[in-house]
Structure formats: structure tokens, C-alpha cells
């Protein structure tokens, strides 16, 4: 009943900019934590940034200072604004988000679908 839908990935240049969405729709009572992961050719997926529902963030020590995390918790939505992009970016970009569903307030770890993300030099 709760999906993920994710918005924004493509093909870019080094240097340049791209910003994610992730919108959650369906029965939500409330979102607690958010974030996004990503997944390079060969490598295991890894943590890049979370924030809270009150908004407090962290950053993957790999993209501190040129990602930054935010989410509109009227639109249920978690951001991914990517700046200075480099080639060792490139990777599929999940949405992650713990939620509490109905009426009964169950709380489901939920996944978007994955975005690539390429970053050419």
C-alpha cells in the first residue's frame, strides 16, 4: 500500500548537479527516519546520507560537503541535492524510509525501485 517513488537520476557531467526525489504515498501515519543509499558497479551498497523526522542529518564521510539531505514532510518527500559531482559517484541511488502505516501505526522499512546515476568526466 506504501510506495516509494524516485525522481531525478540521469547522466551528467563532472562537476555538475543533479537532485533526487522520493516521494512515499499510501496509508502513512507518520515517516520516521529517510535516507538514500547507493550501490557502484562491483561494490556493496552503502549508507550516504539519513535525516531524521526532525531533521537532523548525516552525511557519508565520502560525500560531506557536496551532498546535502532534506525532506518536506508535508509532501512526505526526501531530497538528494548532489553538487561537484565526480565519476566514483556514479552508482544506482536508493530511497529508504522507515514508516508507520494505518491505523494501527506499523512501522515497515520500505525501498524505492533504485535511480542510476552516471557521472562522466
Known amino acids: 500500500q506504501v510506495q516509494l517513488v524516485e525522481s531525478g537520476g540521469g547522466l551528467v557531467q563532472a562537476g555538475g548537479s543533479l537532485r533526487l526525489s522520493c516521494a512515499a504515498s499510501?496509508?502513512?501515519?507518520?515517516?520516521?527516519?529517510m535516507g538514500w543509499y547507493r550501490q557502484a558497479p562491483g561494490k556493496q551498497r552503502e549508507l550516504v546520507a539519513v535525516?531524521?523526522?526532525?531533521?537532523?542529518?548525516d552525511t557519508a564521510e565520502s560525500v560531506k560537503g557536496r551532498f546535502t539531505i532534506s525532506r518536506d514532510n508535508a509532501k512526505n518527500t526526501v531530497y538528494l541535492q548532489m553538487n561537484s559531482l565526480k565519476p566514483e559517484d556514479t552508482g544506482v541511488y536508493y530511497c529508504?524510509?522507515?514508516?508507520?502505516?494505518?491505523?494501527?501505526?506499523?512501522?515497515?522499512?520500505?525501498w524505492g525501485q533504485g535511480t542510476q546515476v552516471t557521472v562522466s568526466s
Open positions: 529508504n524510509a522507515n514508516i508507520l502505516i494505518g491505523q494501527l501505526s506499523l512501522e515497515y522499512t520500505y
Open positions: 535525516i531524521t523526522s526532525g531533521g537532523t542529518t
Open positions: 499510501g496509508s502513512i501515519f507518520s515517516i520516521n527516519r
